[in-house]
């Protein structure tokens, strides 16, 4: 990652910006794919983890309170991605995942750095 989100309080109705940024290394070529989760609870775990860039095997079980916010796709070996949020509620308030792919890698890895958002 060669930028991350960070951790941040604040109060209801501010707006808030969170980026991520990637760059791939190798000589073959690259299709990524950026996305934003909200995975909603934050546990004495997800704080723990924070900021830490991991590589993890995608898996298909998600939580119920899990879901994609966006997705961004590009050719290449760097991608960008800012996720913005508006006037954030106390319902806002949890754990945003940015998680980045290969799509053509034969061995699917993600990519993924946390920060916690509370409200």
């Known amino acids: 990652f060669t930028e991350v989100p960070t951790d941040v309080s604040v109060c209801e109705g501010e707006d808030v910006e969170m980026p991520c940024a990637f760059r791939a290394v190798g000589m073959s070529p690259f299709a990524l794919e950026i996305q934003?989760?909200?995975?909603?609870?934050?546990?004495?775990?997800?704080?723990?983890?924070?900021?830490?860039?991991?590589?993890?095997?995608?898996?298909?079980?998600?939580?119920?309170?899990?879901?994609?916010?966006?997705?961004?796709?590009?050719?290449?070996?760097?991608?960008?991605?800012?996720?913005?949020?508006?006037?954030?509620?106390?319902?806002?308030?949890?754990?945003y995942e940015c998680r980045v792919s290969d799509l053509y890698s034969d061995d699917t890895q993600d990519f993924k750095v946390q920060a916690t958002l509370r409200v």
């Open 36 to 95: 934003w989760w909200y995975l909603k609870e934050v546990t004495p775990r997800d704080t723990h983890d924070t900021h830490r860039a991991k590589v993890t095997h995608t898996h298909t079980h998600t939580h119920t309170h899990t879901h994609t916010l966006t997705t961004v796709r590009v050719q290449g070996n760097a991608i960008t991605h800012k996720l913005s949020l508006s006037q954030v509620r106390k319902e806002d308030e949890g754990v």
